[in-house]
């Protein structure tokens, strides 16, 4: 991966030390120095962190990634999942792309069964969610507006803002939601 040396170049760009990074990212010194040295890559927190010292974007951290060296992604019937996380006995997320957090956008499918809902969730600034009613009645909660969707509806926002799901009709409800660039 290209990530170390993204970090060094920009770090030697703003005129700061490992020390100065570390201090700034709350990144461990000896992990900034693998990092740096492509020994690892690191959590995506602590990639969102050197971002944040380093005032630049997720996007441009990953940017020098080759896209020759990714894969296409093919998911097809019963393989197309990489991961189900149940929220709780009425709603769960899917990942519909493996290694999403290297990728430009990270796809996943909310599904919400009668009576349930998402869990209040809000991310760091910067990060945008796009929601597409595949199928059901959806109320969103963001901030303190509540907006009723249906099928084919679709809500743009900025994540950083509280927000929630909840299922608004008797049946199950399927939502398309796709966080850029990506963040659990």
Known sequence: MQIGKTIRKT???RKMTLL???????????????????????TLKSHMRICDALEMSLPELYQDLSSSKRP???????????????HDKKSSTEMLASKSISKKMMPML??????????????????????????????????DENYNLGRNDTLYFESSIPHCFKNASASESRLLCVTCPPAL
Request: charged content about 30%.
């Open 11 to 13: 770090r030697k760009e």
């Open 20 to 42: 100065e990074l570390s201090k700034k990212s709350g990144v461990a010194l000896a992990t900034l120095s693998r990092m740096e040295n492509n020994r690892m890559t690191g």
């Open 72 to 86: 296409l992604d093919v998911r097809t019937g019963q393989g197309r999942t990489t991961g189900v996380f149940m």
């Open 110 to 143: 909310i599904t919400i069964n009668a009576g349930g809902s998402t869990p209040k969730e809000e991310t760091r600034r910067g990060i945008d969610k796009f929601i597409y009613v595949l199928d059901g009645k959806v109320e969103a909660r963001i901030g």
